[in-house]
Nanobody
Framework: QVQLVESGGGLVQAGGSLRLSCAAS????????IGWFRQAPGKAREFVGS????????NYADSVKGRFTISRDNAKNTMYLQMNSLKPEDTAVYTC?????????????WGQGTQVTVSA
């Protein structure tokens, strides 16, 4: 198991930027793929983006492609979500999740989430 703690959320105006961090502990961070998910009030959780264990492969939801960037620093056991050109519809609780690099299953280690609010 790996423990995950998100930080960096807050209130920002539309068009602004935020950088979220996801700090890991407990296991070798570089053995885990990491994903970001978000859930807005009254809506289902949705995939935002992911980065593989080495950092070589990233994927993004169409809704954030070109605006959000995921990166990781395995030496610091931390993964980042840089969010630019934020929109009110990006308002949600953002949560990071980990999956062992050889796993064929879904993400099974989750953080508690951090709130992002984008005002119009």
């Amino acid at each position: 198991q790996v423990q995950l703690v998100e930080s960096g959320g807050g209130l920002v105006q539309a068009g602004g930027s935020l950088r979220l961090s996801c700090a890991a502990s407990g296991r070798t961070f570089s053995n885990y793929d990491i994903g970001w998910f978000r859930q807005a009030p009254g809506k289902a959780r949705e995939f935002v983006g992911s980065i593989n264990w080495s950092g070589a492969i990233t994927n993004y939801a169409d809704s954030v492609k070109g605006r959000f960037t995921i990166s990781r620093d395995n030496a610091k056991n931390t993964m980042y979500l840089q969010m630019n050109s934020l929109k009110p519809e990006d308002t949600a609780v953002y949560t990071c999740a980990a999956r062992y690099r050889y796993s064929l299953g879904s993400y099974d280690n989750w953080g508690q989430g951090t709130q992002v609010t984008v005002s119009a």
